[in-house]
Each structure stands twice: as structure tokens, then as C-alpha cells.
């Protein structure tokens, strides 16, 4: 990678991590925050036949993070080209 600037190189690596905040985040709320904390007010709903606070810690945190890197896969080849470091 080849930045112009100094300043061009913080601030792509300043919105690197803002975007791998915001992911993280939201990873954390599914697999966490509905799969453990809120799995007892979610269980009284239902998804497929399951109870959602269940399907939340068995499958929904993970298709969220798969989704998450498709996600992060994008925004960054985007990034890269604002920035002029694509390939």
C-alpha cells in the first residue's frame, strides 16, 4: 500500500476501524445480547417453529457473522478504492 500522504494513511486506518467497530458491535449484540441475555424474552417468540431466543444462539449468530464478513469484504474493497490502494 502506497498512501500520498500521512494524512491519507490515519484516516483510512481511522475508518478501518471504525467499520470493524460498528461489525464487531453488532456481532456482539446477536451472539451475546439475543443469544444469552435476552434468550428468555425472545424464546416467548417464535421463528420456524423454534423459539427465537434458541435459534439466535444456535444459528443466527453465526449466519450474522457470515453475513458480517461479506459485509466487511465490500465496504473495504470500497474503502480501498476512495483511498487508491485497491489491487
Known amino acids: 500500500?502506497?498512501?500520498k500522504s500521512e494524512e491519507?494513511?490515519?484516516a483510512?486506518?481511522?475508518e478501518n476501524l471504525a467499520l470493524?467497530?460498528?461489525l464487531?458491535?453488532?456481532w456482539f449484540v446477536v451472539s451475546f445480547g439475543f443469544g444469552i441475555l435476552l434468550v428468555d424474552v425472545l424464546?416467548?417468540?417464535r421463528?420456524?417453529?423454534f423459539k427465537l431466543g434458541f435459534w439466535f444462539s444456535q444459528q443466527g449468530a453465526i449466519y450474522t457473522f457470515v453475513a458480517l464478513i461479506f459485509v466487511y469484504?465490500?465496504?473495504m474493497n470500497a474503502l480501498d478504492k476512495k483511498y487508491g490502494v485497491d489491487e
Open 8 to 10: 491519507q494513511a490515519k
Open 1 to 3: 500500500m502506497a498512501f
Open 47 to 49: 421463528f420456524f417453529g
Open 12 to 14: 483510512y486506518w481511522s
Open 43 to 45: 424464546n416467548e417468540i
Open 24 to 26: 464487531l458491535t453488532i
Open 73 to 75: 469484504a465490500i465496504k
Open 20 to 22: 470493524m467497530f460498528k
